[in-house]
């Protein structure tokens, strides 16, 4: 019985994972539509594959964005219900800022820095080395070396 019912469970959290609440199989995480495509892509791809998924309905998407502490809480949490966890591109990038700050690509908008967002300790390498954000394995945000090949996250823009 017990077997059953975790069985059950696990089948609804893959399901309320996977739900296409937003159509075209992006799913609604918190205040966005978010979609992780299957590939393993580095930060410039990654951003090319998101641009690419025009919804049915005309809207465009991107690397996602991630800009409060409720939609980071969110978007883990969707991650946990049915991803591996690993490393997520977002799009966040220090080469749209002179000073190497980390942008949105999709907004131009500043990336919040330090707690809750950051794991402590990052970033930790100069703005010209690591210039692509991902929401990494902790649950955190780390800067990495944009060629790196990994996992995704789209949004509707
Ligand atoms: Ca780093």
Request: charged share 20%; hydrophobic share 40%; proline share 5%.
């Amino acid at each position: 019985m017990k077997v059953v019912i975790v069985l059950i469970l696990t089948l609804l959290s893959v399901a309320a994972a996977q739900n296409d609440d937003c159509g075209d199989g992006f799913s609604l995480v918190g205040s966005a539509c978010y979609k992780i495509p299957d590939e393993l892509l580095g930060w410039y791809d990654a951003m090319d594959h998101c641009r690419n998924l025009v919804h049915s309905n005309g809207m465009k998407a991107a690397l996602a964005r991630v800009e409060t502490c409720s939609q980071l809480h969110s978007l883990w949490e969707f991650i946990k219900g049915g991803y591996p966890i690993v490393d997520y591109w977002l799009g966040g990038t220090t080469t749209m800022d002179p000073s190497g700050a980390f942008r949105w690509d999709s907004t131009g908008e500043l990336v919040p820095m330090g707690v809750p967002f950051w794991f402590p300790g990052q970033p930790d390498f100069p703005s010209t080395q690591e210039t692509g954000l991902s929401l990494s394995k902790t649950g955190y945000f780390a800067d990495e070396e944009a060629h790196i090949k990994q996992k995704f996250i789209c949004q509707l823009l």
